[in-house]
């Protein structure tokens, strides 16, 4: 959470470090800011509000500085206000912050002057102006190894053309070329303008000057860095013909389903790398839309790989008694890889000397760094915060998984080539369903099974971006309370993809009914079969046992639209951002 960005090259800063918050933003939206040396005066322009204000009123601030720091706030400690917006300045000194200072209330109680702001970053400037007799790294440093928590942090000292980061826990990336050097939360910055990058890992600082980067240790000894090469490169991240990220990124679900399948029929390796025979059982661990993910492999893989699951959310399992057996292989679904209860369990299976498989989308990330074992969806960058294509790209993994771990069978090439046919089945859901799914006071989600799991994601992604209260159910679950909750104000959308459930569907549909509920099928059955309903989604007809990936699509498209019409930005829901990388 927070994206901080850092430029010192030959150019203007601004517009770069703009162009680059904007690519951050979904990391944090609630207020931004930057800092420059113009002519080696500290500068600082910040307010409330996302990164489009900012451009607008740093317009009628014509600064000329070549190097600068920038930072989206997503907001912990205090309020979403101008004065909470980093960059805090206090002195000679100007900082950016990704994470939390833990010991913050202590810290400040070390620094005499008053504070301007509520947050806990702030005591980051302060401190280092209280050491600023000290020489730039060695100031910077010493304030560094005081800090608790968690940390990125960007730092720009007065009259010195130096920039200072340092990381622990939260990421922190540095690229150069001819031309410049930046520092960013997200590699994605660095697309099309840089081949390699450094990735700084804990504890290590960088001190970046014209031309250089001196890397130092946590004793202070410079040491020497491979650069890693960047790959993948998308040329521009860009939402197209689309009017946002999210329904651009439902579209490339096709795409992406095959690409991250089709690695796995160029490659075979890549599944029998991980040695499968020494598991008795699996336990799937991730948040959110990930943690759907999770609960679908565990699905997947009972009834194709014939393996006793689990699943837990991450921040659960961290409190959980668990019983940690060395036979049983702990997947963790992360499509950021930085999410902070997910690493946080990855560091403690791992500290009982277990085996960790991350299932990760951002390439480099650190899940993918300390798990045993890593699988990638290739689904390029996902912007939006609501999670689409990737979810689908984690099912399309873990169904593959299942199936082909047990079975030496090679991957099927003509399934790969079926999920492109049916791009254009993805079609809007019709404008006449969203005045009415605006007015219903009660929305419920139900199916079984799998379906219910789907119907679980759909609730998340409605209310994610819709701000709706809705609940999600296993019909047979209906009767023992949550029936109460039905009258004439409720709508209950009925998922239905298994020919098998349609009986016991029916009676959950009957029961609604008699209660005055409406309800919305979503099927690709034949809707004769089915009980009495109001309306009908269809969605794309690839029949397919991955119909958890078909049928999600018009419940993403139904989420999308509604927040659409009610004049919401889906991308960019409120309270919320993309990496939660605090727990
Ligand atoms: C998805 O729409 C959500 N924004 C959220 O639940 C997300 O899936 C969750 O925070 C996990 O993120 P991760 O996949 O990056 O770990």
């Known amino acids: 959470m927070c994206g901080i960005i850092g430029y010192m090259g030959k150019e203007d800063c601004i517009p770069q470090l703009l162009h680059a918050l904007k690519i951050v933003e979904y990391r944090g939206y609630d207020s931004a800011g930057i800092s420059c040396l113009d002519h080696g005066k500290l500068i600082t322009i910040k307010t409330k509000g996302k990164i489009a204000k900012l451009e607008t009123l740093l317009q009628h601030h014509p600064y000329h500085a070549t190097i600068g720091i920038g930072h989206t706030r997503w907001a912990t400690h205090g309020k979403p206000s101008t004065r909470n917006a980093h960059p805090h300045t206090y002195g000679h000194w100007s900082i950016i912050h990704n994470g939390i200072i833990e010991n913050a209330h202590i810290l400040k109680q070390e620094c005499p002057e008053p504070f301007s702001s509520q947050t806990d970053s702030e005591v980051i400037a302060h401190l280092l102006e209280k050491n600023n007799h000290l020489r730039g790294i060695d100031c910077f440093r010493k304030v560094i190894s005081q800090l608790q928590g968690t940390y990125a942090i960007a730092g720009l000292h007065e009259g010195e053309e130096s920039m200072y980061v340092a990381k622990y826990k939260n990421p922190l990336y540095i690229a150069q070329n001819n031309e410049s050097i930046m520092i960013s939360s997200d590699l994605a910055v660095f697309y099309g303008k840089f081949y390699s990058y450094y990735c700084l890992e804990d504890h290590e600082i960088a001190m970046i000057q014209e031309n250089s980067i001196t890397f130092y240790n946590q004793q202070g000894k410079s040491i020497a860095k491979q650069s890693l090469t960047l790959q993948n490169v998308p040329q521009t991240i860009s939402k197209g013909i689309y009017p946002y990220y999210m329904e651009k990124e439902i579209h490339e679900i096709p795409y992406v389903t095959q690409s991250t399948w089709q690695q796995f029929v160029e490659d075979e390796n890549l599944l029998h790398n991980i040695p499968w025979q020494n598991y008795t059982c699996i336990h799937f661990i991730a948040c959110g839309t990930a943690y759907h993910a999770g609960q679908m492999g565990a699905i997947y893989f009972e009834k194709y790989a014939h393996i006793p699951c689990k699943s837990s959310i991450a921040s659960e399992f961290l409190y959980e008694n668990t019983l940690f057996f060395p036979k049983t292989l702990y997947i963790l679904i992360s499509q950021s890889g930085e999410t902070a209860d997910t690493l946080s369990c990855c560091e403690k299976i791992k500290s009982h000397q277990c085996d960790t498989?991350?299932?990760?989308?951002?390439?480099?990330?650190?899940?993918?760094?300390?798990?045993?074992?890593?699988?990638?969806?290739?689904?390029?960058?996902?912007?939006?915060?609501?999670?689409?294509?990737?979810?689908?790209?984690?099912?399309?993994?873990?169904?593959?998984?299942?199936?082909?771990?047990?079975?030496?069978?090679?991957?099927?090439?003509?399934?790969?080539?079926?999920?492109?046919?049916?791009?254009?089945?993805?079609?809007?859901?019709?404008?006449?369903?969203?005045?009415?799914?605006?007015?219903?006071?009660?929305?419920?989600?139900?199916?079984?099974?799998?379906?219910?799991?789907?119907?679980?994601?759909?609730?998340?992604?409605?209310?994610?971006?819709?701000?709706?209260?809705?609940?999600?159910?296993?019909?047979?679950?209906?009767?023992?309370?949550?029936?109460?909750?039905?009258?004439?104000?409720?709508?209950?959308?009925?998922?239905?993809?298994?020919?098998?459930?349609?009986?016991?569907?029916?009676?959950?549909?009957?029961?609604?009914?008699?209660?005055?509920?409406?309800?919305?099928?979503?099927?690709?059955?034949?809707?004769?079969?089915?009980?009495?309903?109001?309306?009908?989604?269809?969605?794309?007809?690839?029949?397919?046992?991955?119909?958890?990936?078909?049928?999600?699509?018009?419940?993403?498209?139904?989420?999308?639209?509604?927040?659409?019409?009610?004049?919401?930005?889906?991308?960019?829901?409120?309270?919320?951002?993309k990496s939660v990388t605090v727990e």
Request: glycine share 4%; charged share 15%; with cysteine.
């Open 357 to 577: 498989l991350a299932i990760v989308n951002v390439p480099h990330s650190r899940l993918s760094q300390i798990a045993t074992y890593v699988l990638h969806t290739l689904c390029g960058p996902e912007m939006s915060v609501a999670s689409t294509k990737v979810y689908t790209a984690q099912l399309t993994l873990l169904y593959l998984l299942a199936t082909h771990i047990h079975i030496e069978q090679s991957i099927p090439i003509e399934q790969v080539q079926s999920i492109l046919a049916f791009t254009d089945s993805i079609t809007p859901i019709p404008s006449s369903f969203l005045p009415k799914i605006v007015s219903y006071k009660k929305i419920l989600f139900v199916g079984k099974g799998e379906d219910y799991i789907t119907a679980k994601e759909a609730s998340l992604k409605f209310k994610e971006i819709t701000y709706t209260h809705c609940l999600a159910l296993p019909c047979g679950e209906l009767k023992h309370g949550s029936l109460a909750l039905i009258d004439a104000d409720s709508l209950v959308i009925v998922i239905c993809t298994k020919p098998n459930m349609i009986d016991k569907i029916n009676t959950c549909m009957e029961e609604i009914k008699a209660r005055n509920g409406h309800i919305w099928l979503v099927t690709n059955e034949n809707k004769k079969k089915f009980a009495p309903f109001d309306a009908i989604l269809s969605y794309p007809n690839w029949s397919t046992p991955l119909s958890a990936v078909t049928s999600i699509i018009p419940l993403q498209l139904l989420a999308y639209q509604t927040a659409v019409a009610k004049g919401l930005n889906p991308d960019q829901p409120r309270n919320l951002a």
